[in-house]
């Protein structure tokens, strides 16, 4: 099992930048698929991106303005976010899951989630 915490959400405006943050304790292994999904008020929880390995994933409102990527020695994981939009609201989780990456919510491990609000 591994446990997950996020850290790094807040409140920005239109066209700013955060960087989450996931730092992994337990059974990590850069060969454990990494994810991070996003929950808006009303909505389902939906992919944004993932890593395993050297390969990087990401759904295409995320292409072009976030980065995912890891620090193996600090088995943390990082979300890049730049250009954000009020519609990028939401909270944000981190996942863990063994094997590839998966756009859904099918991974074995949680972080409790960080929030990010974007206003206009």
């Known amino acids: 099992q591994v446990q997950l915490v996020e850290s790094g959400g807040g409140s920005v405006q239109a066209g700013g930048s955060l960087r989450l943050s996931c730092a992994a304790s337990?059974?990590?292994?850069?060969?454990?698929?990494m994810g991070w999904f996003r929950q808006a008020p009303g909505k389902e929880r939906e992919f944004v991106a993932g890593?395993?390995?050297?390969?990087?994933y990401y759904a295409e409102f995320a292409k072009g303005r976030f980065a995912i990527s890891r620090d193996n020695a600090k088995n943390t994981v990082y979300l890049q976010m730049n250009s954000l939009k009020p519609e990028d609201t939401a909270v944000y989780y981190c996942?863990?899951?063994?094997?590839?990456?998966?756009?859904?919510?099918?991974?074995?491990?949680w972080g409790q989630g960080t929030q990010v609000t974007v206003s206009s």
């Open positions: 996942a863990a899951r063994d094997g590839v990456v998966s756009t859904t919510a099918d991974y074995a491990s």
């Open positions: 337990g059974r990590t292994s850069i060969f454990v698929a």
């Open positions: 890593i395993r390995g050297g390969a990087s």
